[in-house]
């Protein structure tokens, strides 16, 4: 018969995630100007990727308007 050993792996356990408020909806935030770089900096990687709702907190909605605003202001300042 073969012995079963006990030395099973184990996982670290997990800290609680700290729930994620967006900060758009704390401040009240109704539209998301494209104009407003150093806003949208703080939400896009350093090559310029948009980073998603789970690294940055924000909201589905609040989400949406920062992607079309920083779509927006790639459009404009290819322009200019």
Known sequence: MA???NNKRRRPKRRAAKPKI???CENKVNYIDFKDG??????QTEKG???PRRI????LKHQKMLSVAVKRARIISVVL
């Not at 940055?56 to 909201?59: E, L, S």
């Open 38 to 43: 150093d806003l949208l900096r703080k939400f």
């Open 56 to 59: 940055t907190g924000t909201c």
């Open 3 to 5: 012995m079963q050993s």
């Open 49 to 51: 990727r948009i980073l």
């Open 22 to 24: 967006c900060r758009f």
